[in-house]
């Protein structure tokens, strides 16, 4: 148990409508990032926040948003979805905001289904 | 482009034997490389990380090379156990100013048969 928490486990939903992702970070640290990975691909790289504030961007979809709050708990909120769009989504959190050997823990990921 | 690249996609070895899983990359200049355990539908959890002066980590039996010259890396299992079973995932950093974006490899697909 990495001590990030994703919720929910599993989401089906239709094309067009919208969904919203949760993680909560380990305890302590104060960055968090969202992974998208696809059936048998690998992890891409979306969005970091640290400290409640955007300090990376990768390939986010301007369709997809994510916001880091005070608690620091983080949701990505993906909306207009679309079939391609079904993948396992994964959060991560470190303790610092980069540089090297920050270590990355990953949560037990979302899987979304658009049907 | 900053690649990753793992070889073979996959591997079935027999439980106890050693294996030996590829990752080369062109990701340049480059901060550290990783080596993560992924068990199917479950998060990546990290087995190794070395920096670009480090040529050798190791793991209880997993053990990771990097030679930075020929931009190679492997991971050698050794004395294979079924919970080995897994994907793993060749990590590269750049050397990019602070930020933390990770370039991530396809994966080896790792299947310990009885």
């Known amino acids: 148990d990495s001590g990030v928490t994703q919720t929910p486990k599993h989401l089906i939903t239709a094309t067009g409508q919208r969904v919203t992702l949760r993680c909560s970070p380990r305890?302590?640290?104060?960055?968090v990032y969202w992974y998208q990975q696809s059936l048998d691909q690998g992890l891409q790289f979306l969005i970091q926040?640290?400290?409640?504030?955007?300090?990376a961007k990768g390939n986010i979809l301007e369709r997809f948003s994510a916001q880091q709050f005070p608690d620091l708990h983080s949701e990505l909120n993906l909306s207009s979805l679309e079939l391609g769009d079904s993948a396992l989504y994964f959060c991560?959190?470190?303790?610092?905001?980069?540089?090297?050997?920050?270590?990355?823990?990953f949560g037990p990921g979302t899987r979304l289904t658009v049907l | 482009k900053n690649q990753v690249e793992q070889s073979p996609q996959s591997l079935i070895i027999l439980e106890g034997k050693n294996c030996t899983l590829q990752?080369?990359?062109?990701?340049?200049?480059?901060?550290?490389l990783r080596w993560y355990k992924q068990d199917t539908g479950r998060g990546p959890v990290s087995l190794t990380i070395?920096?670009?002066?480090?040529n050798t980590k190791s793991n209880g039996r997993y053990t990771a090379t990097l030679d930075a010259d020929t931009k190679q890396s492997s991971l050698h299992i050794t004395a294979s156990q079924l919970s080995d079973s897994a994907s793993y995932i060749c990590?590269?950093?750049?050397?990019?100013?602070?930020?933390?974006?990770?370039?991530f490899g396809a994966g080896t697909r790792l299947a310990v048969h009885p």
């Open positions: 926040y640290y400290n409640g504030e955007e300090r």
């Open positions: 991560a959190s470190s303790v610092r905001g980069g540089g090297a050997g920050n270590e990355q823990f």
């Open positions: 070395m920096t670009f002066s480090e």
């Open positions: 990752c080369n990359y062109t990701v340049s200049p480059f901060s550290n």
């Open positions: 990590v590269v950093q750049p050397f990019s100013g602070g930020y933390n974006k990770l370039i």
């Open positions: 305890s302590g640290d104060l960055s």
